[in-house]
């Protein structure tokens, strides 16, 4: 069962536009979520988190929304940049430090 | 200041042999994790290691094994190698802290075949 859903596996935005990565999730144990990117041949790169007592995180052109009662996350990229072309994973924990992936969504930034 | 390593970059194995993958934690993190992650998938979550003991374990079968060293890096090791195993082997490391979760930062991996 997959506790962490991610269910569009890619999207394509144009440059300058906002990028909106949404996902589910169902245990409502977790407690902190958190945004991975992944560049091929790289490992993941922390990106922002949020605590389940905050419903906005913010940090320069990444916002994340947290929505306890849907069980939803969205990650916001504005403006969208050529850089920001990579897979991006949503990821849930709870208070033992245990993270759990989602599936990721490919970003393509179309020029 | 170093990020979190790991060695070697790529591996070859054949079914049933055994396999030792190493990681060095972030300067100043005390907490090492290990991930396995397919392709086309995310990673997930094997062990945990801190203060030298595995605190928590994922869904993987006792094939995986680990150890953390008092330096605070760590070795993952798999036997009896299946071809299932091939996969890319992260390692996260962040600093346990009594009050609030703190973010696990990725080394690039361990590219793992078996042939």
């Known amino acids: 069962d997959q506790q962490v859903k991610q269910n569009s596996p890619s999207l394509s935005v144009q440059e300058g536009r906002i990028s909106i990565l949404n996902c589910d999730y169902t245990?409502?144990?977790?407690?902190?979520f958190l945004w991975y990117k992944k560049y091929p041949a790289e490992g993941p790169t922390f990106l922002i988190s949020?605590?389940?007592?905050?419903d906005k995180n913010e940090d320069g052109r990444f916002t994340v929304f947290l929505n306890k009662s849907a069980k939803h996350l969205s990650l916001h990229i504005v403006p969208s940049q050529p850089g920001d072309s990579a897979v991006y994973f949503c990821a849930a924990s709870d208070r033992n430090d245990k993270i759990i992936f989602g599936k990721g969504t490919r970003l393509h930034i179309l020029p | 200041d170093a990020g979190v390593t790991q060695s070697p970059t790529h591996l070859i194995k054949t079914r049933g042999q055994q396999v030792t993958l190493r990681c060095s934690p972030k300067s100043g993190h005390d907490t090492v994790s290990w991930y396995q992650q397919a392709l086309g998938q995310g990673p997930q979550f094997i062990f945990q290691?801190?203060?030298?003991?595995?605190?928590q374990r994922g869904n993987f079968p006792d094939r995986f094994s680990g150890h953390q060293f008092p330096n605070y890096s760590s070795e993952l090791n798999v036997n009896a190698l299946l071809l299932g195993d091939s996969a890319l082997y992260l390692c996260?490391?962040?600093?346990?802290?009594?009050?609030?979760?703190?973010?696990?930062?990725f080394g690039d991996g361990t590219r793992l075949s078996i042939l």
């Open positions: 996260a490391s962040h600093r346990t802290g009594p009050y609030s979760n703190q973010p696990q930062h």
């Open positions: 245990n409502s144990m977790f407690d902190y």
């Open positions: 290691y801190y203060e030298e003991e595995e605190r």
């Open positions: 949020i605590s389940s007592i905050k």
